[in-house]
Antibody, heavy 123, light 107 residues
Framework: QVQLVQSGGEVREPGASVKLSCKAS????????ITWVRQAPGQGLEWMAW????????HYAQKLQGRVTVTTDTSATTAYMELRSLRSDDSAVYFC????????????????WGPGALVTVSS | EIVLTQSPATLSLSPGERATLSCRAS??????LAWYQQKPGQAPRLLIY???KRATGIPARFSGSGSGTDFTLTISSLEPEDFAVYYC?????????FGGGTKVEIK
């Protein structure tokens, strides 16, 4: 069965970086893109980034451009999201999710989600 | 950036009642709209994609309609497990965007 297992919660000081992982199993990793979505406490969903696991093509939310990088390690069937220069308003639960559609360009609708990882930014 | 506006923010209904949720896009997105359900402490769950197609395993009481800029998610008869927050998401253009959510609460 399809599973996305995320790394645990992290606590960082303002200005630091965090790198989260999303280990996929139960399907052909390079067949489906991966996206990252975050949710601040009590708030809605915010799309952050998407990566093609087939060719590494990426798309980023403009407000995060320059601070966020998504990568994959296909041999480990794992996706990563690094967020730099952390601020207090980056405190959120970070989800990874898999494209619904097979293919290099996904489809950008997400059917399987990881459980989320809480990142707390505090001094 | 395409802005998705969901209404109402909160919907207070009783089990068995019909729920009608709205999502309006700031520009035409054809039928490239999805709906997700999220319960507290859980990841979102895909319900509907491409405006009207039910995802695998989603009960028939959930239906979606619309195209262009106006979309509707209908829950024909609310079950106790349907009380949750619902989000719409567009995949028409980058950046992907979500609506602000509609909370369906028990009246």
């Amino acid at each position: 069965q399809v599973q996305l297992v995320q790394s645990g919660g992290e606590v960082r000081e303002p200005g630091a970086s965090v790198k989260l992982s999303c280990k996929a199993s139960g399907y052909t990793f390079t067949g489906y893109g991966i996206t990252w979505v975050r949710q601040a406490p009590g708030q809605g969903l915010e799309w952050m980034a998407w990566i093609s696991t087939y060719n590494g093509k990426t798309h980023y939310a403009q407000k995060l451009q320059g601070r966020v990088t998504v990568t994959t390690d296909t041999s480990a069937t794992t996706a990563y999201m690094e967020l730099r220069s952390l601020r207090s308003d980056d405190s959120a639960v970070y989800f990874c999710a898999r494209d619904l559609f097979w293919g290099a360009d996904g489809g950008y609708v997400f059917d399987y989600w990881g459980p989320g990882a809480l990142v707390t930014v505090s001094s | 950036e395409i802005v998705l506006t969901q209404s109402p923010a909160t919907l207070s209904l009783s089990p068995g009642e019909r729920a009608t949720l709205s999502c309006r896009a700031s520009q035409s997105i054809s039928n490239y709209l999805a709906w997700y359900q999220q319960k507290p402490g859980q990841a979102p769950r895909l319900l509907i994609y491409d405006a009207s197609k039910r995802a695998t395993g989603i009960p028939a009481r959930f239906s979606g309609s619309g195209s262009g800029t106006d979309f509707t998610l209908t829950i024909s008869s609310l079950e106790p497990e349907d009380f949750a927050v619902y989000y719409c998401q567009q995949r028409s253009s980058w950046p992907l965007t979500f609506g602000g959510g509609t909370k369906v609460e028990i009246k």
